[in-house]
């Protein structure tokens, strides 16, 4: 079986699917296909696979061809060296992760000259053996017959002590590349290690925000991935030491690593003096020294290492899938729009924007102290309103945002008998980085920062993803410890998020800005940019045909973009819906086997529905592809995100000091951790419902009962205003006594292992910690 065949049936065993899947999708992939397009449009081919499973596979593909071009690459040095047997070329192409590959070719890893090849060259290496294979030679007695002068470049064995030091290094060095045996440690530490985090001397007051890890153990691999974050947060910080070590090695005689390698070499160890036979000490204090030198330090470092990739890995799930839910968070639509960015001292800016999100005016009022214009500020929110016909008013939640909401409240009052008129409490994330932005500055060239911020929080209530798309995903605030993980890995998958987000919501042709329009599948920032270029210059397009047109956009790129992007109004009813062009003469064949002209075919869920797929498909169009035609001409373009609705923040209750245990509010998610999630309550802080008190039932994954977005009722359990803490809870029976649902419920139970004695550890210290309690409040900020 070739390279690509194992790749295949690996993938194929991997996802639980056919091997012909996974080879046509990778065909489709190495074409240049994007996941949106193969997902939506080639489901015959794929078997149907989602854009979860392509995103998967594409992730695995990389990582399998990564993997065979280094063991190709292993294989050849290896040869070169002429040291390849048939049994390592076999065990090489059983390697199923690079970490295997690895540990096979240390041996033969070309590095620098160490002490053991030293020792070697000293004719050494026959001393080592002799006395691994017999204890009960006396190790001082056989050195005396390995002493030699210095000839040439070969060093000198000038005593016993030197020739025994020499062969030490020769059975460390092969002990610690025994790959079996490197494995076996490595999954022992992985599995029955635990991560020991203490605090630094003197770093007691200075550290006091990781208190809760000053004697923290639990089980390595168990380690929750925001309190790994947070741990190493602290090590980074210079508060925490972290180590790995085995239960019970402090109270054994003999540490339990010593003793798999020692059985490992096939070496007998005996903590009793009286039973040693004169080999046995210097024996035991080569495996000593194998631990502690060469492979302690190393595996830490390597399992820390996985620790932190592990949770990082997390922490990246957890971002996409709260920015997921953000930005297909219901649109208020297409509707003239009053938004308000609360200030104090230096006054509310306050915008209004068209149904399309076109800028109209814009002013600035100060209801509040100093100035405290709250009559005047009202007037001339009034008069804004009934010049331009405002429909919602968006109150950002920043600074005074309830002082403002009240204000914004009583304006809706005031003009209800002549102007109905809502109101929402928008989030400001991320509003501030649009406004200072480059981008920003082109759509809005002539408004100071502040207005452009009051623009951006009421296109975001109209349409949250074509306006979110316009900030760097980082800075939407809906991350859990993003500034700790690879910004790398964080920012393809994020980016993965964005490209299916749009591609599922489609995209208008003729009003997308240039953002947008980069993030539908095949289209790139210069040829949205073209796009909106061609577009400023020939008016509106009247076809997706016209596309073609469009500066570098070829019959490629058409093919990859064109079924998400819609044009209302033109030529082809069809251009309005999610068929793609190359299906167009599929539906006109219904249409006129139906007897309908095209365009009353479309939205007929009578006729529609009375077709079978099975009797419509062909070569080259599928029950799959015929089946998401019929759904989509029955209601197209249809809109996957949900209907409209927003939080009623109570009357009254603004502040942490309004609070009191047992209030039953209304909020809105902002944020959904693996501990649990974070509720706008609408008094500055958000409160944290911890997973323990999101349900009555059991829950693994709080985001199997809330979303980022959703509206939800929560009963307040504790408030404690010295540490801006808020705890609540969605079980509304839940009574303030009874149970701690508050922040530090995540501290307690599972989640925190009893503290123990402070104790030395073996080899260099390694500090890397943090703290869950600051973590708690600045994970949905991601700081």
Known sequence: MDVNSRITQRLAEELGVRPGQVAATIGLLDEGATVPFIARYRKEVTGALDDTQLRRLDERLRYLRELAERRETIIAAIDEQGKLTAALSAELAAADTKQRLEDLYRPYKKKRRTKAQMAREAGLEPLADALLADPGLDPAAEAEAYLRPAEGETP???????????????????????????????????????????????????????????????????????????????????????????????????????????????????????????????????????????????????????????????????????????????????????????????????????????????????????????????????????????????????????????????????????????????????????????????????????????????????????????????????????????????????????????????????????????????????????????????????????????????????????????????????????VHPEAYPLVERIARQSGRQLKGLIGDSATLKALNPRDLADERFGVPTVTDILAELDKPGRDPRPAFKAAEFREGVETLNDLEPGMVLEGSVTNVTHFGAFVDIGVHQDGLVHISALSHRFVEDPRSVVKAGDIVRVKVMSVDIARKRVGLSMRLDDAPGDVDAGADRGRAGKDKAPPRPRRKREGKPDAEVGALGAALLKAKNGR
């Not at 925000?209 to 089980?219: P, T, V």
């Not at 409240?409 to 209800?416: D, F, N, Q, Y």
């Not at 599922?504 to 073209?530: E, I, K, M, Y």
Request: glycine share 8%.
């Open 156 to 578: 000198a064995v000038e005593d016993a002590k030197a020739a025994l030091d020499g062969a030490k290094q020769i059975l460390m060095e092969r002990f610690a590349e025994d790959a079996e045996l490197i494995g076996r440690l490595r999954e022992r530490l992985w599995q029955e290690g635990e991560l020991s985090a203490r605090v630094l001397d003197g770093q007691e007051q200075e550290g006091a925000k990781f208190a809760d890890y000053f004697e923290h153990d639990e089980k390595l691999a168990g380690v929750p991935s925001h309190r790994a974050l947070a741990m190493f947060r602290g090590r980074n910080e210079g508060v925490l030491g972290l180590a790995i070590r085995l239960p019970g090695e402090d109270e054994a005689p003999i540490h339990p690593a010593q003793l798999a390698i020692a059985k490992q070499a096939g070496i007998t160890l005996s903590p009793e003096a009286k039973d040693q036979r004169p080999g046995d000490k210097w024996l035991a204090e080569v495996v000593r020294w194998t631990w502690r030198v060469k492979l302690y330090t190393s595996l830490e470092t390597e399992l820390l290492g996985r620790l932190r990739e592990q949770a990082e890995r997390t922490a990246i799930d957890v971002f996409a899938a709260n920015l997921k839910d953000l930005l297909l968070a219901a649109p208020a639509g297409p509707r003239i729009t009053l938004a308000i960015d609360p200030g104090l001292r230096t006054g509310c800016k306050v915008a209004v924007v068209d149904a399309t999100g076109q800028f109209l005016a814009h002013t600035t009022i100060y209801p509040h102290a100093p100035k405290n214009q709250w009559r005047e500020s009202l007037e001339v929110l009034s008069g804004l309103v009934k010049q331009h016909g405002v429909e919602l008013v968006a109150v950002g939640n920043g600074t005074a945002s309830r002082e403002t909401d009240k204000l914004a409240g009583e304006l809706v009052k005031a003009l209800s008998a002549s102007q109905p008129l809502s109101k929402v409490m928008v989030s400001e994330a991320g509003a501030s980085v649009y406004s200072a932005s480059e981008y920003a500055s082109r759509e809005l060239p002539d408004l100071d920062v502040t207005v452009r911020g009051a623009v951006s929080i009421a296109r975001r209530l109209q349409d949250p993803l074509a306006e979110l798309v316009k900030i760097e995903p980082k800075s939407i605030g809906v991350g859990q410890y993003q500034h700790d993980v690879s910004q790398l890995q964080l920012s393809k998958s994020l980016e993965a998020v964005i490209e299916d987000c749009v591609n599922a919501v489609g995209v208008d042709l003729n009003t997308a800005s240039g953002a947008l329009l980069s993030r539908v599948a095949g289209l790139s920032s210069t040829l949205a940019d073209n796009i909106v270029a061609e577009r400023n210059r020939r008016g509106a397009f009247n076809s997706r045909k016209a596309l073609l047109d469009v500066n570098r956009l070829g019959p490629k790129t058409f093919e990859q973009c064109a079924g998400f992007l819609r044009v209302t109004g033109g030529d082809n009813p069809l251009d309005a819906s999610a």
